[in-house]
């Protein structure tokens, strides 16, 4: 055999060796020592399941790998995954290990409990079209929010179902103009408002204050979310602080009412 016929061969092998896809790897996680470390894990692992590659591997590191990467005891990690698993987000198997289960369940919740990676799991892992973005004069109704500016940068955003390719919600948000310059729009239909500011553009949040209530859908989310005029949705604003106290971003966003209820968690302590 030639050595133009060995290294044909050799390249024939290596491209007929199976692939494996790329182990599932968790976001990092700075623990707040005032929320439940048992809900902020789990806000943060259903963040990066939801948000993973779509070649990535759907089996989870172990429990006792996964706490060491948290951070937190096995007992607690244990805690969050049974979360997940009631969420129907991951199954459990015995000797086997843990996976992501390849469909959510079809009713999400909108948790309210204080942790900005709650807020980021809220919002991923649904596919994103920016639908326009640029600025606009400054709307009266935010102008307590943003009053030393005249104007600030708008992105209008669609999110569907990863699965059944259904609009779930659209977003509107306001942003600063010079937290606005840093922001790349591609990276918007990647990641959630919140993880583009926090991780990418490195605002420092300090908090953000969420409110949820009842509305009826006027023509437009109609048009968008393919819902009856007038059908009920859940209208959610969110304003991001900075650690100035200056507000970043007011999101508002309209979330279809078939596909979404509204949970508060209240701890004892």
């Known amino acids: ?89 991951i199954s459990r198997h015995r000797r086997r290990g843990t996976f992501i289960e390849p469909r959510a369940r079809r009713v999400s919740p909108v948790r309210l409990l204080g942790s900005v990676d709650a807020i980021v799991a809220q919002q991923s892992g649904e596919a994103t079209t920016v639908l326009g973005h640029g600025p606009i004069p400054l709307p009266g109704d935010l102008a307590e929010y943003f009053p030393d500016c005249d104007e600030v940068t708008c992105y209008r955003r669609l999110r569907r179902d990863g699965q059944e390719d259904e609009p779930t919600n659209w977003a509107e948000n306001a942003v600063r103009p010079d937290v ?45 979310l393919q819902v009856p005029l007038l059908s009920p949705i859940l209208h959610y604003t969110g304003v991001t602080y900075d650690e100035e106290g200056r507000v970043v971003d007011v999101a508002r966003i309209r979330y279809r009412g078939d596909r979404f209820s509204f949970s508060v968690t209240v701890e004892a302590h």
Do not use: C
């Open 1 to 89: 055999m030639t050595e133009n016929h060995e290294r044909a061969g050799a390249d024939r092998g290596a491209a007929e060796q199976p692939r494996h896809p790329p182990a599932f790897a968790p976001d990092s996680l700075v623990l707040n020592r005032k929320l439940p470390l048992w809900y902020q894990v789990s806000q943060s692992l259903r963040a990066s399941i939801l948000g993973r590659p779509q070649d990535a591997s759907a089996r989870l590191p172990t429990e006792e790998q996964l706490a060491t990467h948290y951070g937190v005891s096995v007992l607690t990690m244990r805690q969050a995954l049974k979360e997940l698993e009631t969420e129907g987000l």
């Open 180 to 224: 606005a310059a840093r922001i790349d729009v591609a990276d918007l239909e990647r990641w959630p408002m919140t993880k583009v500011l926090r991780d990418v553009v490195g605002v420092r949040i300090s908090r953000i204050t969420d409110t949820v209530e009842a509305r009826l859908a006027d023509p437009v989310t109609a048009e968008l």
